[in-house]
């Protein structure tokens, strides 16, 4: 396949948000497709060269690319410079100046297969001499390139490529092109990749072996599955109504989620909810999870918190959040933030995928599976009938350093349900009182810029919540109380490489921020409560006709939810729910007041 396709293809991405068109478009796009030009074209198209738990990163900072473009147009950095100041977009300008290039003799086609070569050739180049190979590799490839392919390899190294194409896109315009495009193909699709985390792979199977192939991709160590979610309710009657009357209550741990990939020889390997690999962070329990495991190959998870060893006490998640992404003093961080893993969950054990299995049966088999060490140990469970038992049990979770309980089905059929969310299990904190007191996570999509002390950097952020079934993120507040000098400070850098000129396609906003971003960093965040909004956009037309949902006074928690991927935020259905929650709950005599959040 050639890349001057690809590239005419994402021209017409960028130019719709229509989902429909978009399906229309990949559709078109993939269908003549087979491995492994298939697999390459879909990982391209979302800005990666291989799944997302590879971790494969490009490294080419802006400053390089600029570089890389001066040198393939045959012009200094500083014209570069400024007229990428100009059109605001580094892409934009390498096409723009290559058009201008004399190439002296015909240069054979570009290939997806090449792209994807030389752009995992950049990704492969560590070490010294390293920055001026990834420079030279760009160069190459640019001069190559006719200047539309010019400007979406620009755009994708520096992360920039913004044709709008989400996973749930992809799966649909699969079942499409490679299926019948009904329903049940479309979720024989959606649950192999979920199981495998892989769209090549996937894409493989379905093109070779059609739907009824895609039962054969089972649990493989190494590859993560995509992470069960749970459903939320407002009190402790309304959960044990959802699971008539019976359910097992877990501790809810305030840490870092887990999927522990434990093989019979070889490394272990750790995986956060968003499917990054984080062993090298967190040794000692790569070490110690071989102990703990009495038959591998094996599939937990599990939340990993931060304790006091002395006293066995949990302490707050923010202390576990000083290991994440860290690199180096990894021995003197270890020693001062020691972690332990509570499990609480089994998926494969001895080699066998036991995760179709119901949750009692997986309990079982998880506490016959483990022998709890010091950094391993099994999350406290028990079964309650009635709400004063769950009571009590919360009342203890919470005492022992938890922030509430996870209540989880005993019915038939409570399978673990990958990527998906459902009230097979639901979650109830302590925050879960009268009003709106409990924590939304928002994906921000702008920002604003402050004025005052905060001048000379953005003031407020524009946040979203997630609709999976549209796969768009629609707006619920504006954000800038909660944020300490620091918080302010480190904000520009997180959200820098996600900053576009315009409006991306998946985000629905009826405010305009000074400065758009491509949904990627997650807040959380608290507030008065939900209000319906002739501004934003969540769960439009729900309450009613043209209006959304809006959470009055928001408040930055301080929390940034770094495990999690701006489709793990909270959706917009949940948000509805916790509107007609607090509706509920309201007093006729004290009807919600003041304006909401704009």
């Not at 539309?148 to 989400?166: C, D, I, N």
Request: aromatic share 6%; hydrophobic share 40%.
């Amino acid at each position: 396949m050639r890349f001057t396709e690809l590239a005419e293809a994402y021209e017409r991405l960028e130019a719709t948000s229509k989902r429909l068109e978009m399906r229309a478009i990949l559709v078109e796009l993939i269908r003549p497709l087979r491995p492994p030009d298939l697999a390459h074209a879909l990982f391209l198209s979302q800005g990666m060269l291989r799944p997302e738990y590879e971790g494969v990163e490009l490294g080419v900072a802006d400053s390089l690319a600029r570089r890389a473009v001066a040198a393939a147009a045959g012009v200094d950095e500083s014209t570069v410079g400024k007229r990428t100041k100009a059109s605001g977009d580094l892409g934009t300008t390498a096409s723009e100046l290559l058009v201008a290039v004399h190439r002296l003799g015909p240069e054979e086609p570009l290939t997806v297969a090449d792209a994807t070569r030389e752009l995992t050739r950049i990704a492969e180049a560590k070490g010294p001499g390293s920055q001026e190979a990834k420079v030279q590799i760009l160069v190459d490839l640019l001069v190559r390139a006719t200047p539309l392919e010019a400007k979406f390899l620009v755009r994708f190294v520096l992360g920039t490529l913004r044709v709008g194409v989400r996973e749930m896109t992809i799966l649909d315009a699969l079942a499409e092109a490679f299926a019948d495009g009904s329903k049940d193909a479309r979720a024989k699709v959606e649950a192999a990749f979920n199981l495998s985390s892989d769209l090549g792979l996937v894409a493989g199977v379905l093109v070779e072996r059609g739907v009824e192939g895609l039962a054969s991709i089972e649990l493989e160590i190494g590859r993560p599955i995509r992470p069960m979610l749970a459903e939320r309710e407002p009190d402790l009657s309304s959960v044990l109504a959802r699971m008539d009357g019976r359910a097992a209550l877990e501790v809810k741990y305030d840490g870092l989620r887990v999927q522990a990939h434990v093989p019979r020889r070889g490394p272990v390997r750790l995986f956060s909810r968003r499917l990054e690999e984080i062993s090298a962070q967190f040794p000692e329990l790569t070490a110690e999870l071989p102990l703990a495991i009495r038959d591998t190959p094996a599939i937990i998870e599990g939340e990993c918190v931060p304790v006091d060893l002395d006293t066995g006490e949990i302490l707050p998640f923010q202390e576990v959040s000083r290991r994440r992404g860290r690199k180096h003093d990894l021995a003197r961080v270890q020693e001062e933030v020691p972690v332990c893993l509570f499990a609480f969950e089994v998926l494969l054990a001895g080699g066998t995928p036991v995760y179709g299995r119901s949750f009692p049966e997986r309990r079982a088999l998880l506490e016959g599976l483990l022998k709890p060490t010091e950094r391993v140990r099994l999350a406290v469970q028990e079964v309650v009938h009635d709400v004063p038992a769950a009571t009590r049990f919360f009342e203890e979770a919470v005492a022992a350093g938890g922030e509430g309980v996870m209540a989880k089905s005993l019915k038939e059929g409570s399978a673990y349900r990958a990527g998906a969310r459902g009230y097979w299990w639901i979650k109830y904190k302590r925050e879960y009182t009268v009003g709106l007191s409990d924590s939304i996570d928002g994906v921000v999509v702008g920002g604003f810029h402050g004025r005052g002390r905060r001048a000379g950097r953005f003031g407020a952020y524009l946040l979203a919540v997630y609709d999976p079934a549209r796969d768009r993120f629609e707006t619920f507040c504006k954000v800038g109380t909660g944020f300490d000098d620091a918080a302010l400070a480190e904000m520009p850098q997180r959200l820098a490489p996600f900053e576009t000129p315009a409006r991306p396609p998946s985000v629905e906003s009826g405010l305009t921020p000074d400065q758009w971003m491509r949904p990627g960093l997650v807040l959380e965040v608290r507030g008065a409560e939900l209000t319906v909004s002739p501004i934003h956009r969540a769960a439009i037309g729900a309450v009613r006709a043209e209006a959304g949902l809006a959470l009055r006074f928001p408040r930055f928690t301080g929390r940034i939810r770094d495990d999690k991927g701006p489709t793990e935020a909270t959706t917009s259905a949940e948000l509805l729910r916790m509107y007609r929650s607090q509706v509920r709950q309201a007093s006729p005599k004290d009807p919600p007041t003041g304006p909401a959040s704009p």
